[in-house]
């Protein structure tokens, strides 16, 4: 069962970095305010869908985390488990401002530039947010994740 | 497909407000959750590991219930003035998130 976590858990890696690059293109497409094509559309849409489903994925294996890695990880590491706890809540805010970015930059009127551009600064800092979580999920993976150490 | 067509459909004042709605939501959500892991936070880390309930599914829940209303009561504001300040507004919370998460983890 550990093993399946463990691969669980590197999938829920690689979405976040692909979630990740995912963010960086709407707020470059977006920076100004431009009407989306139907291309556009689909990119924003696909880009927002990864963002979810690694989410969607971290909460899978959540469960399983804190019966299993939590607590040795709070014993023996306090301040890496709490970078642990930095990186859950960085995740939620950057699915959050993922799925709210996405519906005003889909839904804007064509002559909503300024929609469109705040949806572009909300991608942008839901980027950066990622990456953060990213780095910080990595660095708390490579000192303890479901395997025997 | 047809979901875009559809929204294509819709007259340009009820795109904006659910364009606006989706800001809301984007702002208020993680503000949500953070008031709610300020509030409920305990002074002692160990003490997460004895924890019967699971609080982070209790705050992402309650979080995107608070979000979703601050999305339906943005629907209802005609005025298009907030939305402009909307994008410095997340950039502030998107700071303010980052260093509230990493000093008061």
């Not at chain 1, 590197?10 to 976040?16: F, K, S």
């Not at chain 1, 019966?67 to 301040?79: C, G, I, R």
């Amino acid at each position: 069962v550990t093993d399946l976590l463990r691969v669980f858990q590197a999938m829920h890696g690689y979405l976040a970095a692909l979630a990740i690059v995912g963010l960086i293109h709407p707020a470059i497409l977006l920076r100004r305010g431009l009407p989306l094509s139907r291309g556009g559309r689909w990119a924003l849409s696909l880009s927002t869908l990864v963002t979810v489903i690694t989410f969607a994925s971290g909460i899978a294996i959540y469960g399983s985390y804190r019966e299993l890695v939590k607590p040795s990880l709070l014993a023996s590491e306090l301040a890496v488990a709490m970078l642990f706890e930095t990186k859950e809540h960085l995740a939620f805010c950057v699915v959050s401002f993922a799925v709210g970015a996405w519906v005003a930059a889909v839904v804007a009127p064509r002559s909503a530039v300024d929609l469109r551009k705040t949806a572009a600064l909300i991608f942008a800092a839901a980027a950066v947010l990622g990456l953060v979580t990213l780095a910080l999920g990595t660095y708390v993976a490579a000192v303890k994740d479901f395997g025997p150490k | 497909m047809r979901f875009f067509e559809r929204l294509s459909s819709l007259d340009d004042e009820r795109r904006a407000r659910i364009a606006r709605a989706g800001i809301a939501f984007a702002l208020i959500a993680p503000v949500a959750y953070l008031v709610q892991h300020l509030v409920f936070r305990s002074n002692d880390p160990r003490a997460m590991a004895h924890v019967l309930t699971t609080p982070f599914y209790w705050r992402v829940a309650a979080s995107l219930w608070w979000g979703g209303l601050a999305a339906v009561a943005a629907y209802t504001v005609r005025s298009e003035r907030w939305s402009r300040r909307a994008g410095l507004a997340a950039l502030g919370v998107a700071l303010g998130y980052a260093v509230l998460a990493w000093v008061l983890p």
